[in-house]
């Protein structure tokens, strides 16, 4: 939904992180300003541009950010063992007592 002011954009809170929503409206600053509300099981951002970006080109831009930080949370969860694992062997030599 396009407003006087910006563009509104409607997402699930079921199945939309915030923090998605927060990352991607970040990636956007200097761009656009966007205000994330929640209301009942969704949430609303509404973002006003800053400079010359069209409706479409900015609703365009914001979803891409969206998915590309969902993308990035989905595979921070995937590869959290073993992340946890290369940090645990790394760092666990460290604390190990020393034979001096």
Same mark, same amino acid.
């Given at each position: 939904?396009?407003?006087?002011?910006?563009?509104?954009?409607?997402?699930?809170?079921?199945?939309?992180?915030?923090?998605?929503?927060?990352?991607?409206?970040?990636?956007?600053?200097?761009?656009?300003?966007?205000?994330?509300?929640?209301?009942?099981?969704?949430? +609303?951002?509404?973002?006003?541009?800053?400079?010359? *970006?069209?409706?479409?080109?900015?609703?365009? #831009?914001? %979803?891409? @950010? +969206?998915?590309?930080?969902?993308v990035?949370?989905n *595979?921070?969860?995937?590869?959290?063992?073993? #992340?946890? %694992?290369? @940090?645990?062997?790394?760092?666990?030599?460290?604390?190990?007592?020393?034979?001096?």
């Amino acid at each position: 939904m396009e407003t006087a002011v910006g563009i509104s954009i409607d997402f699930d809170a079921a199945t939309q992180s915030l923090s998605a929503l927060n990352a991607a409206a970040y990636r956007l600053v200097g761009t656009a300003a966007c205000k994330i509300d929640k209301r009942g099981a969704h949430y +609303v951002c509404r973002l006003t541009p800053a400079g010359q *970006l069209d409706g479409d080109s900015l609703r365009y #831009r914001f %979803l891409e @950010l +969206v998915t590309d930080e969902n993308v990035r949370e989905n *595979l921070s969860a995937k590869t959290e063992p073993v #992340r946890n %694992l290369i @940090l645990s062997l790394a760092f666990g030599s460290l604390a190990a007592p020393s034979s001096q």
